[in-house]
Antibody, heavy 118, light 112 residues
């Protein structure tokens, strides 16, 4: 069974940093794409960042470009999101998702909540 | 970025009746390999999203056959043939053809 488990969320002051982790169970990272998607509770979904694990190619939403950095560690089956210069509008539940099938976002974690507030 | 316009945003349905949700993409979702990477997800209250349909019309394992997906050009539709109580939640489309992936606004399905 494929399972993704996020961690690292919490309460942080504006301007500070946070690092999210996503560990995969039930399969081995290989030539997959993985993503971070966020959701303000009760609202819609916003793709934040993605990475192709084979090439380490990455992409970012304009709203986080220059502040967030995505990385993958195939040896540890883990995905990371380094979030710097956090803003109140970054407050959301952050999910990681994996493309087992191309373009599929087949599986999602349970999410980790990030709250940016003074 | 591809804009996914989803409707309706709210969908009250009587148990046992059909339901239909639409998504329109601002550009073609046909990838260079000929596939169309349009997915439908269900998000029950307090849960993470669960994929129901991938590549327009393929049901994921364990998804009841009352769920179906179709397309006409850049218009995509998720249909539930007979709504059951367990279908309550948010439904949203997502295109995975172009980066960044983009989502519809979501449809809240509730029982009348």
């Amino acid at each position: 069974e494929v399972r993704l488990v996020e961690s690292g969320g919490g309460l942080v002051q504006p301007g500070r940093s946070l690092r999210l982790s996503c560990t995969a169970f039930g399969f081995t990272f290989h030539n997959h794409a993985m993503h971070w998607v966020r959701q303000v509770p009760g609202k819609g979904l916003e793709w934040v960042s993605g990475i192709y694990l084979k090439s380490d190619g990455t992409g970012y939403a304009d709203s986080v470009k220059g502040r967030f950095t995505v990385s993958g560690d195939k040896a540890n089956n883990s995905l990371y999101l380094q979030m710097n210069s956090l803003r109140a509008e970054d407050t959301a539940l952050y999910f990681c998702a994996i493309d087992i099938t191309p373009g599929g976002a087949d599986y999602w974690g349970q999410g980790t909540l990030v709250t940016v507030s003074s | 970025d591809v804009v996914m316009t989803q409707s309706p945003l709210s969908l009250p349905v009587t148990l046992g009746q059909p339901a239909s949700i639409s998504c329109r993409s601002s550009q073609s979702l046909v990838y260079s390999d000929g596939n169309t990477y349009l997915n439908w997800f269900q998000q029950r209250p307090g849960q993470s999203p669960r994929r129901l349909i991938y590549k327009v019309s393929n049901r994921d394992s364990g998804v009841p056959d009352r769920f179906s997906g179709s397309k006409s050009g850049t218009d995509f539709t998720l249909k539930i043939s007979r709504v059951e109580a367990e279908d309550v939640g948010f439904y949203f489309c997502m295109q995975g053809t172009h980066w960044p992936y983009t989502f519809g606004q979501g449809t809240k399905l509730e029982i009348k």
